[in-house]
């Protein structure tokens, strides 16, 4: 089953032009991402799923022919937080709908930085594009991010295993340490708070020490979570408000009835008056019009290691709580969560077949030796992999689609879903209501706008990692 390929009948409202349309925009797709990436069967193997306890109950399929106010495709952080604000602020009908079973997709899977991020461009990028006072906003709009997951789990008793304050930027040379003073400066001016630097010598004696270390900044906001205990923690509250979730119900097929909508899964159908399409980086092209070409996946890849013991944490004084990355040209996120494991992710291959991911399991591997030699031999327990979703503009949407106030969408964190996500299944909510009131940025609310030549957006990824393109072409990865 798994996340299927969608048959709709919206027929001529696809916005892409016709050497730009669905089924060349599919075959392209589904030449580059293997299936496995969308295969319930094949085990996600993170460790979050091993250490997140029992799945949610009462998740059981649609059975038979249903219906509701507002139906949610996707049960992540977008969906089950939009169904859960629906459903407990304005007491509406609302069901999930989804694929495998909460946090199944990115939700279930990520580093858990609960920390800034969003948009794929930077304040100054959108300070250009839209003026200073929406790029304020947008700051004040992912702090309130985090702030709303901390409230979630603290107000509701959610277990997530909450981590650090803040998040921390290693730089390892002189020209990453002076764009760190630079946004701290940026940080300062458009958001008003302060960002701190430390000196090599700082990072090694108050987080941890490791070779080439140049200094780092750490930023005040954000903090580390268990994400598949939220993602469970927010469906299971939904559920008491209300909500009901269904499982394993991939929406194979989606069509109008009148006003409503039909949606159908293999066990039966939803009929509803307003959809949500929560489906982010798992999303087919086919699903809806408005989707349609307009979001790239990009596979993001994590390994976990064994538990370290006191003494091989000693070996690099770690003693940092919060989440950190790295400047270096190969993007890294990582952390040493409480029981001592070592997460480290970072860019995952470009086509998803099993066997690139033990070659990405061993690269990534290789990357925490060059970060921390002393623990190169630390066996690597757990590989995982998720699609992150950058969208054509790199900017976050959500709302209502252009031609159709009774579909919406909320869609595109670029791999800073966790506290973003959160965010903006709530905004959305208020949209679906009409209550809403909450101050959404003018960049999160464009329209959703397709790839240039969606059949070749993959491409793009090219443009940061341009020298895998010919071994991906070539077969390899
Ligand atoms: C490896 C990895 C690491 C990451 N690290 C971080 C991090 O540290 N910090 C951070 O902020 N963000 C991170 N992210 C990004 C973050 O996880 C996502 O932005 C966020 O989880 C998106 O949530 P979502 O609910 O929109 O989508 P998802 O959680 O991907 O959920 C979409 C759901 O839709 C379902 N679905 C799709 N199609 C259908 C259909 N036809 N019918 C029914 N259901 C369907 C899928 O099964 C899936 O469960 C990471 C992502 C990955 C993959």
């Keep these: 089953m798994g996340v299927p390929s969608v048959e709709n009948d919206f027929g001529a409202g696809s916005p892409a032009p016709f050497l730009l349309s669905a089924p060349v925009t599919q075959w392209v797709m ?20 091993a250490s997140a306890g029992e799945p949610v109950s009462g998740c059981a399929p649609v059975d038979g022919d249903v219906t509701c106010d507002v139906a949610v495709i996707g049960g992540g952080f977008t969906g089950l937080s939009a169904a859960l604000h629906l459903a407990r602020d304005d007491q509406i009908a609302v069901r999930v709908i989804e694929a495998v079973e909460p946090g199944w997709g990115a939700s279930g899977r990520n580093g858990g930085h609960c920390c800034f991020g969003g948009a794929g461009l930077d304040p100054d990028e959108i300070a250009a594009e839209f003026g200073e006072d929406v790029a304020r906003q947008n700051i004040t709009t992912q702090r309130e991010a985090i702030d709303l997951v901390r409230d979630l789990a603290l107000t509701n008793d959610l277990d997530i295993d909450m981590q650090g304050q ?20 940026l940080w300062k001016r458009l958001g008003g708070f302060d960002c701190e630097l430390y000196a090599a010598d700082e990072v090694r004696e108050q987080m941890y020490d490791a070779p080439g270390i140049s200094g780092g900044m750490l930023f005040p906001f954000g903090f580390g979570l268990h994400p598949m205990k939220y993602a469970r923690g927010l469906a299971r509250l939904a559920q008491k408000h209300g909500v009901t979730i269904h499982g394993r119900s991939p929406v194979t097929r989606w069509h109008r009835e009148g006003r409503r909508h039909r949606l159908v899964t293999p066990g039966g159908s939803v009929l509803a008056n307003k959809v949500l399409i929560a489906t982010n980086g798992f999303t087919r092209d086919e699903l809806h019009p408005a989707v349609d070409g307009c979001l790239l996946p990009v596979i993001s890849e994590i390994i976990a290691t064994r538990p370290l013991t006191e003494n091989e944490l000693a070996r690099h004084r770690y003693q940092a709580t919060m989440p950190l990355y790295d400047k270096r040209p190969m993007f890294a996120y990582y952390r040493v969560l409480p029981d001592n494991r070592v997460h480290m992710g970072g860019p995952g ?7 690139s991911k033990e070659r990405w399991r061993s690269r990534l591997k290789q990357r925490l030796a060059t970060i921390w030699p002393e623990w190169r031999d630390v066996e690597v327990e757990y590989c995982w992999r998720g699609f992150v979703c950058l969208s054509s503009d790199g900017l976050t949407h959500l709302g209502p689609v252009e031609n159709d106030p009774s579909v919406f969408y909320s869609l595109a964190y670029h791999g800073n879903g966790v506290a973003m996500a959160t965010w903006s299944g709530r905004a959305v909510a208020g949209l679906i209501s009409g209550h809403a009131n909450r101050n959404i940025p003018a960049t999160m609310t464009q329209p959703l706008k397709p790839f240039p030549i969606p059949a070749l957006r993959k491409f793009r990824i090219y443009r940061r990692y341009g020298g895998r393109m010919l071994r991906t072409l070539l077969g390899g990865e």
């Design 30 to 49: 589904a030449k580059l991402f293997h299936d496995a990436m969308y295969n319930p069967d094949r085990p996600v193997a993170s460790h979050w799923e």
């Design 166 to 185: 803040g998040e921390l930027c290693v730089a390892h040379n002189a020209r990453s340490m002076d764009e760190l003073r630079d946004e701290t400066e």
């Design 349 to 355: 291959g470009m086509t998803g077949t099993p066997a």
